[in-house]
């Protein structure tokens, strides 16, 4: 099957309307005005013209380049750039400017620095919770390549949720991630419930990359073990053509099939769709998570 093949077989499902308001330019050009980045446009999302034309955004900080090279990303690997110290004050500007009741933060990875940017994730927690003190928060963060002390660093800030994306089954995880590891991974998820209880502990996967439907239960089981509280489910949409191929399109129902088996697993609240990331509707998530 050709590349363009491949294009041309995506199911009706996951084809986006472009929404009909006009605030996605608006929401661009706040961000362009205070340098800042987001996941949304580094990751190629496809709900992107939804989500900005809600006014809302993912802060992406620590840069536009990643020290790690994982296979499914759109994020560019290369040489980091310089922490901007100012930063957390422009993230929490763009948050009261959009008027955001719920915040979300990620980063690019950053093995060079000696924290794993924790100490500029916190510092942003800081600066949004001064800027709106009523706002929730939450933070996707990487791996810190284990430290314990830096996870506390960034629970010591007091995110409402904190969230680590497994990303994939075990079996695929050396090829899609391998400067990750799936184990570590698991074990900063329980370390997050051990060290705060009562953060709402979050992660997702993808599917599409080549797993089992019994690979992504057998994840799934993975992560109720760990002390999820939420846990998300979506599609694998190749960014660009030197990306792994989608090896299937996963039909809605099938979808279905994974949320009720989160349940039966004790998981509170598994949201498990063909558009589902991380980040989309992440308040709705959150406020799951906190009745959970």
């Known amino acids: 099957m050709s590349e363009s093949e491949d294009i041309l ?6 084809r986006v309307k472009l929404p009909q308001s006009r605030c996605k330019g608006g929401t661009r050009d706040l961000l362009a005005d205070l340098n800042l980045n987001t996941v949304c446009q580094g990751a190629k999302c ?10 809302v955004a993912t802060f992406l900080i620590l840069g536009r380049n990643c020290t790690r090279d994982c296979r499914f990303c759109n994020i560019s ?3 980091p750039q310089p922490v901007e110290p100012d930063e957390p004050e422009r993230v929490a500007e763009a ?23 924790a100490g500029h994730f916190a510092a ?10 009523r706002a929730t928060t939450e933070v996707l963060i990487p791996d810190f390549k284990g430290e314990e002390g830096d996870l506390r660093t960034v629970l010591g800030a007091r995110p409402d949720v904190l969230n680590h994306n497994l990303e994939t089954a075990r079996a695929l995880s050396p090829k899609i991630r391998p400067q990750a590891d799936y184990a570590r991974s698991l074990e900063l998820l329980r370390r997050s419930k051990a060290i705060a209880p009562d953060t709402p502990v979050k992660s997702g996967l993808m599917v599409g990359l080549g797993e089992t439907d019994e690979q992504v239960r057998e994840t799934m089981r993975d992560l109720a073990g760990a002390g999820c509280d939420i846990v998300t489910v979506g599609q694998y949409m190749r960014p ?3 990306h792994p191929p989608v090896k299937r399109y996963v039909h809605p129902d099938v979808f279905e ?11 509170p609240h598994t949201f498990a769709a063909p558009l589902v990331r991380s980040s989309y509707n992440a308040e709705m998530f959150a406020r799951a998570g906190k009745e959970a």
């Open 77 to 79: 690997p290369g040489a």
């Open 240 to 242: 660009s053509l030197q």
């Open 257 to 267: 099939e994974y949320a009720r088996y989160g349940e039966s697993l004790g998981i």
């Open 95 to 117: 948050a009261r400017r959009l008027e955001l009741s719920h915040v979300v933060v990620t980063s690019v990875t950053r093995d060079d620095l000696a924290d794993g940017g």
């Open 46 to 55: 496809p709900n992107l013209f939804e989500c900005f034309g809600k006014g």
């Open 124 to 133: 942003t927690l800081r600066a949004i919770r001064q800027a709106l003190p």
């Open 9 to 14: 077989r995506i199911p009706p499902w996951l």
